[in-house]
């Protein structure tokens, strides 16, 4: 699988939870289209949108989806300012974030809240091993639903909780707020590529947005949105442009006539090559097979798991419940290192030449271990021999 990527040699990367390394292949049909761009860029541009709309709809096939519920972004932060700012709401309602949510997301949340005069809460989310040891699907969806108030109308919460690798049982969740008339906003960038993800099955959530460049491999700069069809015709666009009102000439050819795509889709020149290539990113998937390299992720995670207990001793955050299970280990940093603190992640890179990222929680420093098909069990090996040597 190496032989499909470029990296720095003798990096151990195992980060792909957060930033990935794309296929030379994508690589390489991005340059081609941008290169094909510029032969007519004025052309070029008038094709952009019906070639954007084929790009859009092969994404909506592949993650299970109707391609005129999804929006193309260039990252998922900026997916979540369209859902949660945008989504309507009335002075004192509350938004509910998780406790562990990405900082940037979270100040969205924050800035909604002051916009519009709303409260944010804090929900609460297991953080130990202690925890852990005890929880299960059930128990986690109660703690839940239990801090939700009466004034509670937005949840914002993670699919995979990055810094604890839990996965959320966000469709479970979702049965309950739906009844409820509250918007789950569901912050997907760990879990497509790595955890199966098909929208025709989370039908009860109401909104879901993933970088494209995390798990699945993608370029840089893309990212998607995943918008229930009931609420598309009360979201309100953050920003506006030739199709806010009205759409005609090329700007037609995207959308398949939806108002809502009209309305959401990217906004004036820019690079596109990054979204065409998508159609080469998928192509990659299907060759290989989505099941095969989701089995390799998750073997090559357990093998870690395995040789991180037997050589290092290392305690690692696991839920009791397997359905709990992400495709990564978070483990806690010995206490000799925990004083570097933020600096954790730049001074193992220049010491041993791994590279992982590393999270405060309220016991401490933990790593966070996220390999991926271009990794092996010998670079495992060899990372955690490199580790032993420095503790």
């Known amino acids: ?21 794309c296929p030379n292949s994508v690589l390489d049909a991005i340059e081609t289209y941008r290169r094909e761009f510029e032969k007519n860029p004025t052309q070029s541009l008038k094709k952009a949108w019906s070639w954007l709309w084929e790009t859009q709809t092969l994404l909506a096939a592949f993650l299970g989806a109707n391609p005129k519920d999804l929006l193309l972004r260039t990252n998922v932060t900026e997916v979540l300012n369209t859902f949660i700012l945008g989504y309507p709401m009335r002075t004192s309602d509350e938004i509910l974030i998780g406790e562990l949510e990405y900082g940037a997301i979270s100040n969205i949340c924050r800035f909604r809240a002051h916009r519009d005069s709303l409260n944010v809460r804090i929900l609460k989310i ?30 914002v919460l993670s699919h995979v909780v990055a810094s604890l690798g839990l996965r959320i049982p966000i ?12 918007a789950l906003i569901i ?44 609420h598309q015709e009360s979201l309100a666009p953050l ?15 995207f959308g398949g006539g939806s108002r809502f795509q009209e309305k959401f889709k990217l ?18 998937w299907n060759s290989i097979g989505i099941e095969v390299i989701q089995n390799r992720i998750a073997q090559l995670n357990r093998f870690f798991q395995q040789l991180m207990v037997a050589e290092l001793g290392w305690p690692f955050l696991l ?25 954790l992640s730049d001074w193992i890179l220049s010491q041993v030449g791994i590279q992982i990222h590393f999270t405060f929680l309220n016991t401490g420093w933990h790593g966070v271990f996220s390999p991926h098909i271009y990794n092996s069990e010998l670079e495992i090996e060899i990372a955690v021999s490199r580790l032993k040597k420095i503790l």
């Open 239 to 253: 920003l506006a442009g030739w199709t806010t009102f009205e759409t005609g000439g090329v700007f037609a050819e």
């Open 187 to 230: 912050d997907g960038a760990y879990a497509p590529g790595a955890l199966p993800v098909n929208f025709s099955s989370l039908n009860e959530i109401d909104f879901y947005g993933c970088s494209l460049y995390k798990w699945l491999l993608g370029p840089k700069g893309t990212a998607f949105g995943w918008v229930n069809s009931k």
């Open 319 to 343: 839920a009791n419940d397997p359905s709990l299970h992400s495709p990564m280990t978070v483990f806690r940093v010995p206490e000799k290192l925990q004083a570097r603190g933020e600096t």
């Open 126 to 155: 297991p953080q130990s091993q202690i925890a852990f040891s005890k929880l299960t699907a059930e128990r986690l969806i109660e703690d839940i639903l239990s801090q939700i108030s009466p004034r509670t109308r937005m949840i």
């Open 267 to 284: 906004l004036g020149c820019r690079d596109f090559s990054p979204f065409y290539a998508l159609k080469e990113l998928l192509k990659f």
């Open 171 to 182: 469709e479970k969740i979702a049965s309950h707020t739906k009844s409820q008339n509250i």
């Open 1 to 21: 699988m190496k032989s499909h990527f470029s990296y720095a040699p003798n990096l151990l990367y195992f980060n792909s939870a957060n930033l990935s390394i």
